[in-house]
Every structure is written in C-alpha cells, then in structure tokens.
C-alpha cells in the first residue's frame, strides 16, 4: 500500500539518505532498525513531508505523493508519531486529543482509543507535560488515531520509556494492526520490541539500507550485532 523507491534526502548539502526503497502491506507492521545517527528519523521525515526529498518517488495505493505536503498525507489516511512525541505539555490529555479532532472529520474522540489506552481516561484533566515519558507516548499514538489512520509512521517509540510501557505499546500496535488492519512502520533500536510487533525488518546504516530480513527468516544474532557498535 506505501510503495517507496530510491528516497534520497538532504539536509542542506548533507547527503543522509541515500537511495533507499521498501514496500509497505495492508495489515503489515516493518520496522527500521539502525543505531544512533544512522539517518532513521531523517528517513520518517522524509516520507511524511517534513523533509522533501530531493530524489525518489512515494507512492500511496499507485499516486504518487511524494510532495506532498504533511497535512495532505493526514488527509489520505497517514499519521506521524515523531521521535520525542511532541504533545502539548502545557494543554491536558484531553485537550491535546481534541487538537487532533479538528484536524479530522470527527465531532468526539471515538472509545476505542480509550479501550486502547485507559490510563489516558483516568488523565483526560491533566496537564501534557505533566505525564510520564511512557504515558506521553501513548496519548501521542491516541492523538494519532483520532484521524483513523490506515498508515502509522512510529520515530522510536521506545525512546525514553519504563518496560512495563514499551510492552503496553507493543501489545497496542499488535491489536491496531490485527484488529484494525492499520499498517505500521517504525523505526526502531529496542531489538526484542521489534521482534514483538514487526514482520519485516530492514537495518538502516549510513542512510542506506544494508540488511533486510522477514521475522521468520531473521537470524537475530546478527540483527543484534548491526545495533551495537
Ligand atoms: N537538522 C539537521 N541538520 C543537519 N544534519 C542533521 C540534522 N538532523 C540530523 N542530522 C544528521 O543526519 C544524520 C542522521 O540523523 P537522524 O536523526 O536521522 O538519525 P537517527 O538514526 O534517527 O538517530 P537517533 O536515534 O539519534 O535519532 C546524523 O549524522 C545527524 O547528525
């Protein structure tokens, strides 16, 4: 369903990403894996707009938008979760839920976002900046769902979470996809997370994809060795 072939993208005259191709299914999570540095938020950057790329081509179900810019991209049914969340700390869980209405076609958020992620419900008072790194990361994927996507871009969504969160997240990506066929692509350096949510996996080093494997076929040693230096 998202097709991308040969992205290039730059930061000034920085060359970071450097001809990469994947193809996303319907119902189907991928996951980037790379170290630190190796251009994965770049890349995310790239796909949903924020970075335009300078080569390459993105296609959504046969269109072609690659130039499109992020606001076009929520439209035809895409979130974003950015590396760092990016909530509103100084609006409340609820507020900051319903930023997301307005930018969708819906009047109330709908349950199941609060079925997903009850802690959210208990929080609906307070303020952004004033939950957990693992609780802002999960009002930033609700926050994501309020615009029924059928495609969710996820920069790291480990980052800076407690293990009882990451594993809540990763049972949450697990029902989106399986229950809700959204397809999911993260990027991702918590090897056994991804291992729980993803089908596929590409490493990423030096803005080139260097190894691609299904979870099948993954000989995890070496996806291990890729992520340490
Ligand atoms: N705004 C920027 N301007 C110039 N170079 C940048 C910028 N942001 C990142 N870079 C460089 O691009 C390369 C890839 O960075 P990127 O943030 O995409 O990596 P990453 O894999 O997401 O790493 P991390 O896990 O640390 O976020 C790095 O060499 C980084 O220094």
Redesign the pocket.
Known sequence: MLQIKNLHAY??E?H??KGVSLELNKKETVCIL????????????AVIGLLKPKEGQIFLENEDITMFEPFEKVKRKIAYVP?GREIFPYLTVQENLEVALEASNKKVIPDFIFELFPVLKDMLNRKGGNLSGGQQQQLAIARALVSDPKIILL??PT?GIQPSIIEEIAKVLNILKKEKGISILL?E?VLNFALETSDRFYI?E??QFVHETTKEQADVQKLKAFLTF
């Open positions: 930061y000034g920085s970071i990403i790379g170290r630190n540095g190796m251009g994965k938020t770049t890349f995310m950057k590396q920069d790291e980052e990027t350096q990423i030096k803005g």
